[in-house]
């Protein structure tokens, strides 16, 4: 069953949020009619509540304005139009081709770590690699449901092994951030991105995040702990051409080796089966 989109908080009525969406996306009106190839006064009239568009023509316009599958049924619903897009769990039946393909693409990242996440960055799936390396980082487990965001800014999570923290933090901050600006809009993610700006001594420029500033591709990562150091690159990825929201708003953040000497580490951490160095010997 398609489940309700969570609207956006301020406008309601599907005019309101056609021009927020345009704004989101630094359109004017007739910018977007000739992106769209519909008439400008129409379009005028459907923000103003003058015109009540069909339901091809509000998905028609979603696209245009690369809407989320999950705010695209939003503006289906505050037109009167049941949603488009279902929201399958992600252990439903039919999303069993998904979990197949990322599962296979975990396996392909070992002996590297890499996670699956949700769309507020909560873990729900890992190879054996980042389960190793991670337990070895947090002495043990990570608490459920373990959220990567929240992992990095906690002092007693991941930030302390985190040799360029500030800049890791900085680039995660601006993602979220643009996320929650410019992507969906519900209460979680606008207390995530709160949480994380409460972090304890956080730098007072990662209050000031520039959401104008271009994402970076991969993110240069440095893990250190007990004299050992891991240099990865971080890639973040999601799967192409999605028609369940579901699966639009899953992630993969798969871990590189930036050198020789982490390759090898980690190579031989996978045929020792933990990352933690060996005991010295008597």
């Keep these: 069953m398609v489940q309700a989109a969570r ?4 406008p309601h009525s599907i005019g309101q949020l056609l021009q927020y969406w345009r704004k989101t996306r630094n359109l004017s009106q007739l910018a977007l009619a000739s992106e769209a190839e519909v008439s400008p006064r129409h379009l005028c009239f459907v923000e103003t509540g003058r015109s009540r568009p069909s339901r091809e023509m509000v998905l028609h316009l979603a696209r245009a304005l690369d809407v989320p599958l999950r705010e695209q049924n939003a503006l289906l619903l505050a037109a009167g139009f049941a949603p488009r897009y279902a929201e399958a769990s992600l252990d439903a039946p039919e999303l069993a081709p998904v979990r197949s393909a990322l599962d296979a693409i975990l396996r392909q990242q070992q002996p590297f770590p890499a ?9 729900v799936g890992a ?3 980042a389960g190793s390396f991670f337990a070895w980082l947090l002495d043990g487990p990570a608490p459920e449901p373990a959220n990567v965001l929240r992992l990095m800014f ?4 991941l930030r302390p092994h985190v040799a360029n923290w500030e800049a890791v933090a900085g680039a995660l901050l601006q993602r979220v951030q643009r996320e929650a600006v410019g992507g969906v809009q519900d209460a979680a993610t606008t207390a995530l991105v709160r949480s994380l700006l409460a972090a304890p001594d956080l730098p007072p420029r990662l209050l000031r995040a520039n959401l104008e ?3 970076l591709p991969v993110v240069p990562v440095s893990f250190a702990r007990d004299g050992q150091r891991y240099d990865f690159f971080s890639a973040v990825t999601t799967l192409g051409t999605p028609q369940d929201v579901t699966v639009q708003e ?3 953040e798969a871990f590189f ?3 020789p000497e982490t390759e090898r580490a980690a190579r031989a951490a996978a045929v020792a089966g933990t990352f933690a160095p060996a005991p010295l010997q008597a």
Excluded: K
């Design 7 to 10: 609207a956006i908080t301020a």
């Design 115 to 123: 996670v699956v996440l949700n769309r507020r960055w909560d873990i």
């Design 127 to 129: 190879n054996a690699a």
């Design 154 to 157: 906690d002092p007693r999570g």
């Design 213 to 215: 500033a271009p994402l």
């Design 250 to 252: 899953l992630r993969i």
């Design 257 to 259: 080796p930036a050198n």
